[in-house]
Every structure is written in C-alpha cells, then in structure tokens.
C-alpha cells in the first residue's frame, strides 16, 4: 500500500503541477511510455524500498521513486540534436528540471499519499527527496511500443527520488 500510495500522489501532482494530459503521465511497471505517448511522456515507477526499523513494534520503511522523462524526437538523430536536450522551456533538461521542482520535499504529495493509505494507517513522516538523475539515453522507436523500424526516435533521462519515510505499528499495518 506505501509504493501504491506513493505512485498515485505523484502522478497526479505531476499531472497538476505540469498541467499534463492524462495520456502523457502515468504509472508504468518502468520507464517506458504508453504506445499511445505523444510528444511528451512521464513515467513513474517504483524505485527501491529499505526498512529502518530495528525494534519489534514499528516497520520503518524509506520508499523511493523513479521519474522516466520521455521526448520525442522524431527523426532527428544527427548533429543539433543535443539542442533539443537543452532548448528553453521544452527541451529534455527544461522537462526535468520541471519534474524535480514539482516532487522536491513536497509535503501536499506526501499529504495525498497519506490521504491514499487513509487515516486508520500510519503514514508517511518525510517526503521525497531528489536524489539525481541518469544521463540522457537515446532510445528508438521500440521504447515507446514502436516496430523498431519506425523512424521515431526519442531522448530519456530517469530521476530518482528517495526518503519517503513511513513509520507504523506493526499491529495496524496496511
């Protein structure tokens, strides 16, 4: 339920945050898009879980969280096409930066995760924190459901997010 919760809330503070489409921001099992993606696309997926706890009557849990952020680049492969990773307001880094200050130590996400687990649960105490990213990583047309012979080709780069805390009791556990 801590993973799910966690998904759920920042997806859809993504989605409020960066005023995106249903279709272009979603939960994913990893990076990849939807076949449907259009030219932009946001993927959360889970990250790592490592318990904290070292007595008998609490789970401490830190949750982490992975952000694939996906453009499409058509069939511009060649020279300039680092351009498109740092062009203003739209470009890779531009996408990025976007996403780290929309998740960044954002208590309401934390606050709708909680609200997601409900309130016979404890919650979560801390809230993600961005840890770093990837580097830039081109992909080609299979990534986003293509045949591979598309002339589609898309930039990614994945962002990492940690801290989540959740402290319970282990006689509520949820």
């Not at 919760?5 to 921001?25: G, K, M, N, S, V």
């Not at 993600?128 to 930039?155: H, P, R, V």
């Amino acid at each position: 339920m801590s993973v799910a919760a966690l998904l759920l809330a920042t997806r859809q503070t993504l989605r409020r945050a960066l005023a995106l489409e249903d279709t272009a921001c979603n939960v994913q099992p990893n990076g990849q898009p939807d076949n449907v993606a259009g030219d932009l696309y946001i993927s959360i997926h889970e990250g790592d879980t490592s318990v904290l706890t070292d007595d008998s009557y609490h789970l401490t849990e830190n949750i982490s969280l992975r952000v694939t952020v996906t453009l499409r680049t058509g069939e511009y492969t060649g020279e300039g096409f680092g351009d498109l990773m740092i062009a203003n307001e739209r470009g890779l880094d531009a996408w990025c930066r976007k996403v780290v200050a929309a998740v960044h130590l954002n208590w309401p996400n934390i606050n709708a995760a909680n609200d997601e687990i409900g309130e016979d649960a404890n919650g979560f105490v801390l809230p993600l924190a961005y840890e770093g990213a990837g580097s830039m990583q081109t992909q080609s047309g299979e990534w986003a459901g293509g045949t591979g012979d598309d002339s589609d080709y898309f930039m990614t780069r994945e962002l990492r997010f940690g801290g989540a805390r959740r402290v319970q009791n282990v006689a509520h556990m949820t």
